[in-house]
């Protein structure tokens, strides 16, 4: 048997009556064979004599597929025997041709000449966040595979592994049509972002499989997984390669970079999964900011005038990264005056986080870092960095020393911007609003004079033919 697998070109797998064996379980050997599909559509043939012959296959594949079967038939007890012959003339299919209903199928023709300790996996983890511009570097990475299929995995909870790719019977992982999701990133047309995938490709001197699933965790956000299972030696090097250039594709964060965004903390009901909402705020113009001239010269000045000094104080060894806070009751404009900040910023990434988002301050920080130059924007920080005086619990402490250690962290050339607000500056704990480096410059947001209300009633009454009478009637 050996000398016809190594000496001929296509072998076929020949199963004899068995006598006492069962019929499925001679057919679930010939789907096995055929890569899941059923028997009479995969160039299966009856004989007379009382025989079931499977194939063509290369001698590799046969190989591989006759140590299963005969190991699954000497784990059962069952008296069917396995022969091979030679297959004539006819030519065994490629994979690209072949039909699979599991995933273990497909990586065993696949790697059918590979032995396991002759292959290795090297494992990257994403943030889930940034799918959208992974998923465009993985479209460029493998746009020729030899085969690609979508997986259904009816476990949630357990990462799709090459380990779990390999289990069989009932524990299998069937393939399936691919799964998307639209990501909306702002632009005209969303990113189509894959559930999990399955990749078999071959360079010109050896193949390889890549698998994209997700880590999940319970009220966690999910973690995009890619594995790559490679030959020991040349495989290592490829990997590599390819990792460097989905880390190049998180660094770039084309899809992210100079737009308004915040996590997701609500239903969205375009239907559309982003994991981050990119916002699409109309550009304010100065003009339209409802402050005092004043006041609006010193935000000007430490903002625009700071940022455009970044370089100049960068050389002289100074810092490059400020923190603002502005300060007023309720409704007097402050974010009115944010997506004033956020729409005439060159080159920022703007990032909202909300008093209910806390949580994620971390999360927030490190895309900050990323995408940076960067405005942050904390709206109420007096919910996160309350007085330790009047705060109700360890946990509001364990915020607040988050917030100083993520604003201590940075660099001193990172190039973020702090801007927070709160109606309460009384309340805020000193370590936040009385010191430089974290609080560099408190700005007032005062009630509206006369002229700002009328600032207010043509910003908000246009469209209306509104007379100068009525707007000084409404202002007075």
Known sequence: MDKILSETKTV?????????????????????????????????????????????FEPSVARVLLDRAQERIQAAGHPLQITSEPAGGTKAPHLSEM???WAIDALSWHFADMPLNKLMTTVRLFPGHMRADVQVALDKLFASPIRFFGMYDPERYETLSFARLQ??????ISLAAPQYRDIDIGEATPIKCLESG????????????????????????????IEFLVPV????CFAQRSFDELERAVHSSRSYRGKILSFDSEPNYSGQSRGVT???????DRADVILPEKTLNLLDRNVFSFVGTRDALRRRGQSTRKGILLYGPPGTGKTHTIRYLATNLPNHTTLIITAQQVELLGVYINLARLLQPALVVIEDVDLLARNRNRMRGSCEEALLNELLNEM????????????????RPEELEAAVAGRPGRIDQAIEVPVPDAKGRAKLVRLYGKGLPLTDA?????VH
């Open 12 to 56: 076929q797998l020949v199963f004899h009556n068995g006598g006492s064996t069962p019929f499925e379980f001679v057919m679930d050997l010939l789907r096995e064979g055929a890569g899941g599909r059923e028997p009479d559509a995969c160039a299966v043939t009856i004989a007379r004599q009382g025989k079931v012959s499977c194939g063509p």
């Open 99 to 101: 039909q699979f209903k």
């Open 167 to 172: 289990r069989a019977g009932r524990d299998a």
């Open 198 to 225: 399955l990749w078999l490709c071959e360079t010109s001197e050896f193949r390889y499989a890549v698998v994209l699933s997700y880590y999940r965790e319970y009220k966690r956000e999910d973690i995009m997984r």
């Open 233 to 236: 030696g040349a495989g290592e």
């Open 278 to 284: 990119v916002h699409r705020w109309p550009i304010v």
């Open 408 to 423: 201590d962290g940075l660099k001193e050339d990172a190039d973020i911007l702090f801007l927070l607000t709160t109606n």
């Open 470 to 474: 009525a707007v000084d009637e409404a």
